[in-house]
């Protein structure tokens, strides 16, 4: 039942991703983790050079609370990670879309990687909600008995991933079997996370353990984090 009306359809799909847990009885079903990004200024040749970036490879740093860049058509680099809290109950409000603090965090790492940009302005900002799952494993699904489909929890890698979750569904529904509806993420449920405290508790705690710290010092992932994603 929809505010201005209702809608009746034999099959929904369900594609909210980080915003899946403001719908009813789904609060539990993928964490909103956000991930926030930002863009310098086009960046003169001479500075290119001294990087030594001349081609658009992209890059990560790999790890859980990872760190990526681009070098952006019209010559900006375009630099994201995580690190921004997670939200008590899964809450998404546009104002977590930024956050000074993450900001400013990008910039420095941005200094650290590429000093050659160090004082390039940064024009752009912006940031928005991942949809993670407990086991931190994207899925596909469809019950053709209740007609409810959903696809989701790419963790921060849906671009490519929802083009493939979209077509794996079209087989599932006009019930073809393919090779995409034999692949390992068509599931018929997921694990869902802890109820709260304890899922804000884990996810932070997993924040503060795992970002820059532990893994900086150690080079390995600490078994809390271990726990806590799943693997
Ligand atoms: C800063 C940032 C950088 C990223 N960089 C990359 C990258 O380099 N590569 C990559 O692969 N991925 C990246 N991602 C992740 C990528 O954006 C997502 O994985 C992808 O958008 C997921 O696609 P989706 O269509 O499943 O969900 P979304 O794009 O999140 O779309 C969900 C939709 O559901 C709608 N919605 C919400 N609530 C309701 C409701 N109640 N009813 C109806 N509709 C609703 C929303 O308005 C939205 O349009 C990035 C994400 C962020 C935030």
């Keep these: 039942m929809l ?15 980080g ?10 079903e993928l964490a909103p983790v956000y991930s926030l990004i930002i863009a310098t200024q086009p960046l003169p040749e001479s500075v290119w050079a001294e990087i030594g970036w001349d081609r658009r490879v992209t890059l990560s740093d790999a790890r859980r609370l990872l760190i ?15 690190g921004a809290p997670y939200h008590f109950g899964s809450r998404t409000i546009p104002a977590f879309d930024s956050s000074p603090a993450v900001f400013a965090h990008l910039r420095r790492t941005l200094a650290t990687l590429f000093p050659a940009a ?35 929890g790419y963790v921060g890698d849906g671009v490519a991933a929802a083009a493939l979750a979209g077509r794996t569904l079209a087989d599932l529904i006009r019930g073809q079997r393919t090779p995409r509806t034999a692949l390992p993420w068509v599931v018929d449920h997921r694990r869902p996370w802890e109820p ?3 899922r804000w508790l884990g996810i932070n705690a997993g ?23 799943g693997h």
């Design 207 to 229: 924040h503060l353990l795992a970002a820059d710290t532990r893994e900086n010092r150690t080079g390995r992932l600490g078994p809390a984090l271990d726990h806590l994603t």
């Design 68 to 82: 990526y860049a681009q070098r952006s058509a019209d010559g900006r680099i375009v630099l994201g990670g995580r």
């Design 196 to 198: 709260e405290p304890a």
């Design 3 to 17: 505010a201005d009306g209702e809608i009746q359809a034999g099959v929904v799909v369900r594609a909210t991703e």
């Design 19 to 28: 915003y899946t847990p403001a719908l009813p009885g789904l609060r539990r």
């Design 118 to 152: 160090a004082t390039a302005r940064i024009t752009h900002r912006w940031g928005g909600p991942l949809g993670v799952p407990r086991d931190w494993t994207p899925g596909v699904c469809f019950a053709p008995d209740t007609g409810l489909a959903w696809a989701g």
